[in-house]
């Protein structure tokens, strides 16, 4: 019955995806973060849905009346030198033929942010774009929230078998990164079901993240809680919901919880946190040796720990998606990785300084301080996850470049009806738009 339904679900959108282009993202998000066909038990287990919807959404965008135009900013800039650059080091990967297989999968994610990019054009696709995140991400939250309460956390929680997030450390690095969506959209709405229905799926991911056992997790989530209560709106209402987590979790989690959580302070007798380490190490001796180009994808194989390795008999994935930059694609690669987020957090910071400042822009203050938490809980989490390719972190870059664009677009529409703002409202590097709206990029049209 699941498979049925599924796909009936995603053959069903495929008219409406060459009808509007802009939906296939949202089909695409859905299928790529909720994995619905890996939920099921027959054929459609293994169908190729987010390759269908790629190539419906691919060729409704060439056909379409769509301007097909990418706000080039430092950080799409970034995003395609990355692309260009693992090229060079699948070149000269060591182990090329599974390179080449990883690249594939890797220039998919990139290619499928950047139609995200032409197509996400309005604030109202870029807010359907976000509940299709939190949606698709949130379910696994809810219902690890439920299964962590009614076990009392006895049991870890995982995300959909095969994906990037099937581990039960990265569905709670995921959880992490959509709770501060779940508050932007909890902020931007006016019904109260809605509302209380966000705030009860904030509290049962935080509890999911938790009832992962991940200990990376409880670090990003430490270290999100006081940035999250401080950029959101409404610290009121921040503060309780951090506080009802925080006891909720107390009080629920087993004492085998704790004493893992504590084993965080004695790594040095914890075997898989001296597999990381030595993991980390073998990266670092791969650029040393390979500056440049470093390993290449999928170069953490146990041939090369006897010879890069401090200990060869300990074999380790990365871990780390600092690592994993650096090891695949050298320094280079590692500098235009953090360059994005870099990037992206800057441009975040001068548009809420922006839309703070004009009463008509505040809702895209509150989207791109939640945006910063999540980079937060991304670039935290990740230190200890080999997720550096995952879509979710070029997704939220994505939303910040496009938000920057309809944000410099609304300041002039409002500086052209009240003959001019003050200097200050134009974020740095942003365009000077003259005369009419004529003017306007054409990439920046309504929603339909």
């Not at 409704?60 to 135009?69: D, G, H, I, M, N």
Request: charged fraction near 15%; aromatic fraction near 14%.
């Amino acid at each position: 019955m699941r498979d049925l339904l599924v796909t009936a679900v995603v053959f069903a959108s495929l008219p409406l995806i060459l009808w509007r282009p802009w939906t296939g993202i949202l089909m695409w998000s859905w299928i790529s973060y909720m994995n619905p066909h890996k939920l099921c038990w027959g054929f459609a287990y293994s169908m190729p849905f987010a390759l269908i919807i790629a190539l419906t959404t691919l060729v409704a965008l060439v056909f379409s009346r769509e301007p097909k135009k990418i706000p080039w900013t430092a950080e799409t800039v970034c995003m395609l030198l990355f692309l260009g650059w693992m090229v060079v080091t699948t070149t000269f990967a060591f182990y090329p033929e599974l390179a080449w297989t990883q690249f594939e999968k890797v220039a998919k994610i990139l290619l499928m942010t950047f139609v995200t990019l032409i197509l996400i054009n309005s604030r109202e696709r870029l807010n359907a774009f976000i509940w299709s995140i939190v949606l698709s991400i949130g379910f696994f939250g809810v219902k690890g929230g439920f299964f962590t309460l009614a076990t009392m956390g006895v049991h870890r929680v995982y995300g959909p078998p095969t994906s990037f997030i099937s581990g039960n450390n990265e569905i709670a690095l995921a959880l992490i990164m959509i709770i501060p969506l779940m508050r932007y959209l909890q902020l931007n709405t006016k019904k109260a079901i809605v509302y209380f229905g966000l705030a009860l799926a904030m509290l049962l991911s935080a509890v999911a993240a938790i009832g992962s056992q991940s200990r990376g997790a409880l670090l990003a989530i430490v270290a999100m809680a006081f940035f999250f209560w401080l950029k959101s709106r409404g610290k009121a209402m921040t503060g309780i919901l951090i506080a009802v987590a925080a006891v909720v979790i107390a009080a629920v989690m087993p004492e085998s919880w704790y004493e893992r959580m504590e084993s965080i302070k004695d790594y040095e007798q914890d075997g898989s946190a001296l597999g990381r380490i030595n993991a980390w190490k073998f990266a670092w001796n791969v650029a040393l040796s390979r500056p440049l180009v470093g390993g290449g994808f999928e170069m953490f194989q146990s041939e090369l720990f006897y010879i890069y390795a401090p200990n060869p008999d300990r074999v380790h994935d990365v871990h780390s998606i600092y690592f994993q930059a650096l090891g695949h694609h050298g320094f280079i690669g590692l500098a235009l990785f953090v360059l994005i987020g870099l990037f992206a957090w800057r441009s975040a910071s001068q548009v809420a300084k922006t839309a703070q400042s004009v009463k008509e822009l505040k809702p895209f203050a509150d989207m791109v301080l939640m945006l910063q938490v999540s980079l937060l809980g991304y670039a935290t989490g990740g230190a200890f996850l080999g997720l550096g390719y995952f879509d979710l972190f070029y997704h939220l870059v994505a939303c910040v470049v496009i938000v920057k664009v309809l944000v410099n677009h609304q300041v002039t529409d409002l500086a052209e009806r009240s003959d001019g703002l003050p200097a200050p409202l134009r974020p740095s590097g942003a365009p000077h738009l003259r005369g009419s709206s004529r003017a306007r990029p054409d990439h920046l049209t309504a929603a339909e």
